[in-house]
């Protein structure tokens, strides 16, 4: 199984959904990565140097690598999996959204609402995964400093562009279209949280609308 991959970034196209791919170039090998769009939104021009947690998922007819920028969102995408009802697709959507700490206080807190901020999940699948992951969030190790998005190098200052990165990508993984967020952006404060920025940017939206 293929566990990480540290090469040099060929392309990053758009995919279906809040997610999108990277073509990474290792050993003269190109492997394509399925990633969050808040990976792929920081990943960087082609001929970036790229290092990825991988997570190799085998079905019946495909191998397909997901690609993650720290151990601890590989960790949380494979305990969305486990969960009921949660296939890649969906976890990729949550992680789009939410990063570990923060769908974990969502579901420490029974937030529900914040669960909701993700395509496809409704009250009733939302109310059944805060049941579910409780007592397998808890256990996760999700306090170890994040990295900078792909290169392996400790996280500074960047915190509040990353997290900027991260409602940028998960405004278009819903949807919005780059005029828009930009527009509503201007108007959330950034060193506001990450979901808080989300809430925040989505009522704004829904007024524009």
Do not use: N, W
């Not at 990277?22 to 808040?38: F, I, N, S, T, W």
């Amino acid at each position: 199984m293929i566990g990480s991959l540290r090469g040099t970034l060929l392309e990053r196209s758009a995919g279906d959904g809040p997610h999108a791919e990277l073509l990474v170039e290792v050993g003269g090998v190109g492997y394509r990565v399925v990633a969050p769009a808040a990976v792929v939104e920081r990943a960087g021009a082609p001929g970036t140097q790229v290092f990825l947690h991988v997570h190799t998922h085998v079905r019946e007819d495909a191998l397909v690598l997901y690609g993650f920028s720290s151990r601890q969102e590989r960790a949380c995408f494979e305990l969305l999996i486990s969960a009921h009802g949660v296939g890649p697709v969906v976890a990729l959507a949550m992680l789009s959204v939410h990063t570990p700490a923060a769908l974990r206080r969502a579901v420490e807190a029974e937030d529900a609402d914040a669960l909701m901020l993700v395509p496809g999940i409704g009250r009733r699948t939302a109310s059944r995964l805060i049941l579910e992951l409780k007592p397998k969030l808890d256990a996760l190790e999700l306090d170890e400093p994040q990295l900078r998005v792909l290169d392996g190098s400790p996280a500074d200052d960047a915190f509040a562009s990353a997290a900027r990165a991260d409602v940028r990508a998960a405004l278009a993984g819903l949807g919005y279209g780059g005029d828009e967020i930009r527009h509503v952006l201007s108007r959330v404060p950034a060193d506001a949280t990450l979901e808080e920025q989300i809430r925040l940017a989505l009522r704004e939206l829904a007024v524009a609308r």
